[in-house]
């Protein structure tokens, strides 16, 4: 039985809420804690690198207990429950720091609640995922409603970008004295903000959970953690979307981390902000778009593979072209969208067929092991792509060491403050090393990936035939 309208919204309307809450963790805990609370930078990226490490390293931990787990409500809905619970809970708790907290012992509340953060969030972002195989039939199905699950996600996000620092101030004033200082208000504002975020958040997984069931399921024993981890390293295609995720994502994280530098000091300017605004609405817009129509649009043109691979050439050109303008000087707000448009697509692109990609090992993992280990596959999918951002926020920091690019203590724009020297540097960097890594990607995908949509569908009626 095919999933009705109701299911696809009610799921697609858990990840509008999910990722609002990692969007609001992911681009304004820095901000609260640094500029609001004072903590030094140095700090805060310490403690969000080891969080990073230490959170992309528990979620295939995370992947065996969702396996494990058998209950009367299937085996995801439970965890996707408690971990939505409990990560609201920590979120309010991390953008609502007691104002008595100074110095480390603020640090130390940081570090904590930030930690718990994350371990939450994968306890209920794993099983969302990890659902997608064990309630559609597979190819179409399946595939569509991973697009429109991603599309939903970027919503969220975008919703996030558009409206905190827009609601946050409000808030603030909602709820303070009117003599206190801009950044007192701010505090209070983010309090409320995390509150009201964590409300939506909560109630958008109860839908979700109140009207998905599982469809299908294998039962077996549940395998021991070794077990399991050698189920997925025996499965050579999860491997390859894996090794993929991973390249793609931290190519991806390399520019945006350095992004605002670009702006800053090699585009300069008394709106550099502004335009730096401009051009991450314009990127997150064309990521949705990607996502919800070009996605549909060009699958009805092309195999999923072949989309995959004009992903890869959008990207890298795009970059090349970015490059380019770069070393030419070239500072139009305008010009740069050109390449832009074709970085940002290719990563839209990429979000969706990675998902889908990686739902189809699981029934590939099934052929070949006999068994669906769907929750230890996409845990895989939250541990690359958090281990991708660690990795792009330690080159991100050796290359604004190396090239000596700081903010200044009253975040005055100018380019002129980066020697002739420092400024090749950053453009590189932003350009250079996410073209090697696209590269790297498309050579391993061509040479390893086999799952075409032929060989899915060979697959799915063998599949179909033992269960028969």
Known sequence: MRLSFREKAAYGLGAVGKDMVYMLSASYILYYYQDLLGIKGAVMGAIMMAARVFDAFNDPIMGVVVAKTKTKWGKFRPWLMIGTITNAVILWLVFSAPPALTGAGLAAYAAVFYILWGVTYTMMDIPYWSMIPAFTEGGKER???TAMA???AGVGSALITVITM?????LGQMFNRIDVEMSAIERTGFSYFALIIAVIFVIFITITCLSIKEKSSVDMESPSIGAMFKALVTNDQAMTVVITIVLVNASLYITSNLLIYFFKYDIGGENWNGTYVLFNTFGGGMQILSMMIIY?????FMS?????????FFAIGG??????MMMA???SLGLLLIPGFFVFVAFGLLTVLTTVFLANTVDYGELKNNRRDESVIFSMQTFVVKLASGVAVFITGIALDIFHISQDSEGVASASELSSANLPGLRLTMTVLPIAGMLIALFIFFKKFILTEEKMQEINEELKGRKA
Do not use: D, I, N, Q
């Not at 549909?296 to 009805?300: G, I, S, T």
């Open 143 to 145: 595939e569509g409603l």
């Open 166 to 170: 827009l609601v946050v101030p409000v």
């Open 319 to 324: 970059y090349a072209v970015l490059l380019v």
């Open 150 to 152: 991603r599309s939903c």
């Open 304 to 312: 999923v593979t072949r989309v995959c691979y004009m992903s890869f």
């Open 329 to 331: 000087g070239v500072k």
């Open 296 to 300: 549909p649009l060009v699958r009805k």
